[in-house]
């Protein structure tokens, strides 16, 4: 099976590391194809870098021949998932679809850590857009180091990261909580055993999903709202 | 006053009829600058679309200089509007947010007429984001003549969308009518007075908040959520 | 056009000074009628004076003559307003639903600023009432100065709202803020500039709200529940 | 213990028929002073009959003394309710609160009729501001005969009456019915063994929670929202 | 009229706490039947426990023979309320039910006070499933002595649940409390006169709405959802 | 990895034909341990069924030695399943939980077919409970053969099976179709085909999920709601 797993940001580096979490959740048959969407933006930091990322992105995949067997978008908000859903055949998800339904069934309430203030509305919108507001109890920001600093996950943000955690359980009483940002993904194995509440790391969860969708037959519903683009063939596309 | 009235698509057509409405509805003072985002789709039909759109529309909009005094977003849709209040400094507005606006004080329930079966889920999207799905008793479409049709707006069409007024009406309580496209507004001025409800034509609401606004000096908070993107003059943009 | 602007109670420093904002925000065609309701109570502090000044407002307006162009209802609160729909065949609008009209596009959450505490519930229960609870982050007192100070808006007064402000994005969240009273009014323009985020001012947005409703020909929906009341004629009336 | 049951509007007809149902419900020590609201409207059929009966009803029982020990308000709406719970030092219930009390244990989903087509918008809002809407199917209405019509419940009426609440459960999937009006409550005795479902009558539901909550020794929260009005003892009251 | 006061867990000592506050709250005619389930946990302080409580309590309830005119289930959960609505052919009603019934009318927003930690998700639940989340402002453990304390609600126990409710009123805005358990009702009457805010005890609020359903004919929906279950007489039952 | 595939209720031919489902679904190294819960109910059809089921089920589950790797709750319903997540330090997943995790991602609006028209509230109340009502559409009941019928699922059923989903997807506009019962799983594969809208068969993807939960290192989260019940080791276990 070979999953395409497409960052929506240009960041190599980012798509390396989502590759690494990918392959290591990844069943010993599943082939995973790491792509960066190199005409987009650095990173998905605002809606103005949402619609960079889903233009560029769902251009690319309606083109992408042969089509893979399922598709991962590997950041954590919309950046045109509803877009790639009807340009592709095979099932699409994203990393807060997987999360959040790997969430459901482990909590009362969840909670999620994003990386800037700014994206806290922007995840509100994602979660309210999912029907799962009622489910969330808070969302948070933590500050990452730059993305161009030489170590990408030191002692000081990895405690960082731990410690927003804690506020967020304390906070708002959640007893699970989202790593909402493929920058945040690798601090799950780091702050897992000694968060007092499950963590979940997207990238892993969505691997498993398209899997397991794949065995299933599952994809995105055609009928309606994901069907094909009525223009999608036209020149501007 | 200089208000921008973007065209999210490419149809000079549809660019050319909402000048037409936002010019008839503009204060004497009020200049009208009809513009088509040439970049952009010929019509948003489709998820995709909306992203095509919504990355032209915002990545020319950044750009445009000297600043008009408010922006209008000359389509019923979402199409990246987050992005564009994010990189204007001047108040931005699209159609649904007016004609939610003024559906409000006016009607115990609205509903909304749109272009396409595929456009009911992505128009319920809209409006749940918007906080308003509590007041919205239905979407429904309506098919209208091709747009290379030589008759835009041909007598068929018309009561075409008049029954599908009255259906909306009669199935889902409603007791005002968003005509939820820019294709459709034209169709107000014709059938209102024989529909059996308030019909809004939602550019000619834009037009009036987009001057309020300025006069009033309001904008999009540039607290949080609609600041300017941090990497917009970045190379990507 | 006239705007007939309606204060809900029965003091007249109050007309006069949401008539001073008024005639600032209309266009120079508009005339504005500053109206005292009499015979309702000095202030719309409980609901004991909201049904006191709805009655008395919805019987002086339904007597009214001539019509005016609009109506705008000078209070934030309910005060009989669905009744005055019912009984007028203009548009009429109060400050509540004008305020939340202008606060949807250009914010993610609103938070409300009223005059007292047993006010709070109130205004929760108004917002809630017009579909927004969702929108909208927090209601918040301010204590305003009594209205027979001699100084109606003091600098201590001015601190104090501006502060109250504050308060309510930190504590809330909100990214606008709406000064949810008609005393509260004047003091838009002292503190819009300090302010951490859009400040707005109800009368002004009326105002607009209702020029623009004529200027489109919208009134309220006479379909069903603002139709005119059956029993309208009657002694009792 | 004194019940005072106050008909909000000002038909004594009402009045009457609300006392003989309350009088059968209420327990041997219970005395039910059946009052009328003289300067009320002669039903409560609009928003505009709402304040009318609203500002009568409170500025009355305001005054009424010696208290009773509980007010049981004897319309299926709102007509200041909160304005009476204000003024009363006593437990203060109308005839929506008790009956939706009722309705919640011993249904899944509940449905309301009304008496005219424009109290649907009234009954929702209504429902929604208790808080309960997630709980309500649907609300529909039924005509009833003219108040002056020689006989007031003829076998015509009840079969209509019957009818309707059998459209409500097969429409609504409801499978509880409140008889949303005190011109209505007559007709639950008559229609009860036939009915699908259980038939809610409000006027004796509310006599009992009277009953109940003065031996509880519980009435509305004077803490905030229902403390006195401040300007209760004005001149203007 | 015989009421069954059943008491979901083993606990004879809250089976007699519970008895006393019954028969206190019934009118003179009616005889009061207080049950232990002697085949449920000690204490209901898990779902683990509920299901305990319910399968046990609806098995023993559905053989009850002659049948007394209505059950009140005397604790502040779920514990298979359902299914012994579904068992009875007389009114039955939980603590929960029938607190919030009379919590409704008498405030604003309630919350709820719980007797450990865990069972504030647990009440959530509870209040989101009868429809009421809306109306809620919040859920707050207090820790009682253990159940063979000697002395049962000694003054500390006794400073605690006030200071409990007063965190309650100040920290969500609460102007009514219910106390969400039956090892908390015989607080009631001890802090009631120094509580901030009305305190419901549900004890008997149950007793009374079960004496008003008896008399008022009510009794749960038989139509579809409270139906005597389909395989009740099987030998597993 | 071991799977324990366990069947609320007490029919053995239900626990094969889910074992059959959830052997194809499982991984190469997964063992499915497919168990009946003989000391529950023949089918669960109630909420009486339910506790009945749930209480069995939890009890021998909390006995489980040595732990599987996960636990799948083969039923679409509540029946325990908070409970059994309680006493399980494995992850513990039920039906509802694992298709409703696959719906949300690949449609708009899902529905749900079950077994009985009692079961359409017990459906929507397990929803509601899970928090995602707001993306079901519609639950309707369709009518299987009797569970001893030679023939388990004929055409005839097969024929209905597919008009039911075909009504549902008409009625309530949804574009996804969840069969929520372990009686219904068997047909997913017969009409999938044929079906307009992606089947979802839960016992696949609850293997699925299962699995995954595995791999990921969560289960649900033990801080609060699923910590283990206090009086577990209590003599009434």
Redesign the interface.
């Known amino acids: 099976m070979k999953i395409l797993l497409a960052n929506p940001n240009?960041t190599e580096a980012i798509t390396e590391g989502c590759g690494v979490l990918a392959r290591k959740?990844a069943?010993p048959g599943t082939e995973v194809i790491a792509w960066t969407n190199r005409?987009?933006?650095?990173?998905v930091?605002?809606?103005?870098?949402?619609?960079?990322a889903?233009?560029?992105l769902?251009?690319s995949l309606?083109r992408w021949a042969p089509p893979p067997d399922a598709v991962v978008l590997a950041g954590f908000g919309n950046y045109?998932t509803?877009?790639v859903?009807?340009?592709m055949d095979v099932?699409?998800?994203?990393l807060a679809?997987?999360a959040?339904?790997?969430a459901?069934?482990?909590?009362?309430?969840f909670a999620v850590l994003t990386t800037?203030?700014?994206m806290?509305?922007?995840t509100?919108?994602l979660i309210?857009?999912?029907?799962?507001a009622?489910?969330c109890s808070g969302v948070r920001a933590v500050s990452l180091p730059p993305l161009d600093s030489t170590d990408p996950s030191p002692a000081a943000a990895e405690a960082e990261v731990l410690a927003a955690v804690e506020h967020l359980?304390a906070e708002s009483?959640a007893?699970?909580v989202i790593l909402g940002g493929s920058r945040l993904s690798p601090y799950a194995a780091r702050i897992?055993d000694r968060a007092?509440?499950?963590i979940?790391?997207p990238v892993?969860?969505a691997v498993?999903?398209a899997?397991?969708?794949v065995?299933?037959?599952?994809?995105?519903?055609k009928?309606?709202?994901f069907?094909p683009?009525?223009?999608?063939r036209?020149p501007?596309?």
């Open positions: 240009a959740a069943s005409e987009g933006p650095p990173v930091d605002s809606f103005y870098a949402d619609y960079a889903g233009r560029a769902s251009r309606a045109g509803a877009a859903k009807e340009v099932p699409v998800l994203n679809e997987a959040l339904a790997f459901i069934p482990f909590c009362h309430r800037s203030p700014r806290i509305p922007y509100q919108d309210a857009l999912l029907g799962l009622g489910r359980v009483a007893d699970l897992g007092p509440v499950p979940v790391e892993a969860c498993h999903m899997e397991a969708a065995r299933l037959g599952l994809r995105q519903s009928l309606c709202k069907a683009p009525p223009g999608m036209d501007w596309a």
